[in-house]
């Protein structure tokens, strides 16, 4: 976003009465740059390379771009060979969607660090080493809780304690609610990926699993002083 539309966006949220939520696919915004409180920031990860696989089917499922159709009537629809074409062959080949070089400008959600990074240019390059620095930085300073989808109890558990405001009684509605929430974004169409094929994608994404471990590590010491598991 431009510095004007992180403004805009920064004077919305905080024309939002208590209590709301603001939930949007959105890169970090520093508030304070306009003299406005920061918001309560929650946030979740998953593995980089296991969500770059997911996104690459997401956007070949049939009511992706049926639904993109739908938005864009002059949108033409995509190759057919595209669309068949299976993440394994895209990474073997070399194809440009399946090349991750440090510093290249993606735009298909592959940075992971760069929604935690910020606005400003430097985080947009790909698996860079002040992307990462900066995503810590700001999980550090603002982010009361970020979850991580492969530890969803954990992730639930620090979300009741932490922020219990919005959150309270949060993994007993998630489990009494599993068998609807289980089917939301579920891609039948998305095949196993060899693991031979994500060993060859992790060697570039360094900085992003280090991220990505960091918020585990940091998840993981804020359940351990819960004292949870602690007997009276």
Request: proline share 5%; net charge positive.
């Amino acid at each position: 976003m431009s510095y004007n539309e992180e403004g805009k966006l920064s004077k919305l949220v905080n024309s939002f009465q208590p209590s709301s939520v603001y939930v949007k696919h959105v890169c970090f915004t520093n508030f304070t740059k306009f003299n406005l409180d920061m918001p309560i920031y929650v946030n979740m990860v998953r593995d980089p390379v296991e969500r770059v696989i997911s996104w690459y089917y997401y956007v070949r499922a049939p009511w992706y771009f049926v639904e993109r159709k739908r938005a864009f009537p002059d949108l033409p629809l995509p190759n057919p060979n595209w669309l068949k074409k299976d993440y394994d062959t895209c990474v073997r080949r070399g194809d440009k969607e399946c090349r991750y070089q440090d510093g290249d400008e993606r735009d298909d959600f592959g940075q992971l660090t760069e929604f935690f990074c910020g606005q400003d240019d430097d985080c947009t390059g790909f698996n860079t080493e002040v992307a990462m620095r900066k995503a810590k930085e700001n999980v550090e300073k603002h982010y009361a809780v970020v979850g991580v989808l492969e530890e969803l109890n954990k992730t639930l558990t620090v979300l009741e304690h932490y922020v219990p405001r919005f959150f309270k009684g949060a993994k007993d509605v998630y489990y009494n609610e599993v068998k609807i929430f289980s089917k939301i974004n579920r891609n039948i169409y998305k095949p196993t990926t060899a693991e031979a094929t994500k060993d060859i994608v992790r060697k570039n994404f360094t900085r992003e699993l280090e991220f990505f471990d960091f918020c585990k590590q940091r998840l993981h010491k804020q359940y351990l002083a819960l004292n949870l598991d602690q007997k009276p």
